[in-house]
């Protein structure tokens, strides 16, 4: 790992919010691409998902996404329920940043990819009694899209239409059939 990785790295639990920007700003553009330094910095990367700093939690948990395609040793099933998690922070805002960029965790094949469907399915089902429920839902099937429009899997809209069909909520139902129409 080089001299910026780590500073940056070391940046996000500054406390400072322009400095934690800055640092998240930079690793989330390194690691829109397969980086060889995952699993030097994967550790403190999973430890983040539980920090005091609700921000911390909300980069770290993105980042965790972005190295998905950095893990050929397969770590992440052992720590994907730590990331899960974070969905379900008592920061709303936190919890979004992270099921927002649930969908990348797929993107490391196809085994990642039911990995991502199992738990997305879970919190849907589950959060229908949170305050925010349907907001979740509908970002459950915008995840769903997103991860189907990188991968083209048919299982991941398949997935995402028998979600939607679940949904009770008629006016719910109807937006987040909305954001699969064209297909």
């Known amino acids: 790992m080089d001299k910026i ?7 996000i639990r500054t406390g400072d919010g322009e400095v934690q920007f800055k640092a998240y700003d930079y690793l989330m553009k390194e690691t829109e691409q397969s980086v ?3 699993y030097e910095a994967w550790d403190e990367i999973v430890a983040g998902l539980t920090h005091k700093d609700n921000h911390v939690r909300a980069i770290t948990s ?4 972005h190295l998905a395609i950095s893990d050929p040793k397969g770590r992440m099933f052992k720590d994907f329920d ?3 998690n974070v969905t379900r922070d ?3 805002v936190t919890a979004r940043h992270c099921m927002q960029s649930l969908w990348r965790g797929g993107l490391a094949g196809k085994k990642q990819i039911e990995l991502v ?10 959060c229908v009694t949170e305050k ?3 907001l979740i839902r509908y970002d459950i099937v915008l995840v769903l899209r997103n991860l189907y429009d990188a991968v083209r899997d048919e299982s991941v809209k398949e997935k995402a239409l028998a979600l939607i069909a679940s949904e009770t909520d008629t006016k719910n139902q109807k937006k987040c059939a909305g954001v699969w129409k064209k297909y």
């Open 5 to 11: 990785i780590r500073t940056h790295l070391d940046n």
């Open 36 to 38: 060889d330094w995952a």
């Open 62 to 65: 993105q980042i965790f996404s």
């Open 82 to 84: 730590a990331l899960l």
């Open 90 to 92: 008592e920061r709303f």
């Open 117 to 126: 469907l199992n738990g997305l399915e879970l919190r849907f089902k589950e």
């Open 132 to 134: 925010n429920g349907m």
